[in-house]
């Protein structure tokens, strides 16, 4: 299962008001770190589904996201919860912390 695509127009409707824990991965097409951390975020899309809502965002086609939350690095991974940041986790990391830390969010 692939992750939700989130841009700059559906941001607020499938992020800021969604029910669920969301995790953005925040990556560009010629940021190699970000193609590392994919597979992660696509298993993680997978085993959370209908957990959390885990979601990418492309930060050269949507800047207002990687703007709103001044990020400076990718890959930054967001945990939103209720519309609020509740943590970030910045650079390629093993899968097994983007879990641990979703998994104090669920």
């Given at each position: ?31 190699g ?55 970030k ?8 912390v ?9």
């Amino acid at each position: 299962m692939a992750p939700t695509v989130i841009t700059d127009a559906n941001f607020e409707e499938l992020v800021l008001k969604s029910d669920k824990t969301v995790v953005l991965d925040l990556w560009a097409e010629w940021c190699g770190p970000c193609r590392m951390i994919e597979p992660h975020i696509e298993a993680m899309a997978e085993e959370f589904d209908g957990k959390a809502l885990i979601g990418s965002v492309d930060v050269d086609s949507n800047p207002d996201i990687p703007s709103k939350y001044a990020v400076m690095n990718i890959p930054t991974v967001l945990f939103i919860k209720g519309g609020e940041l509740v943590d970030k986790v910045v650079g390629a990391v093993p899968k097994k912390v983007l879990v641990q830390t979703l998994e104090k969010y669920l």
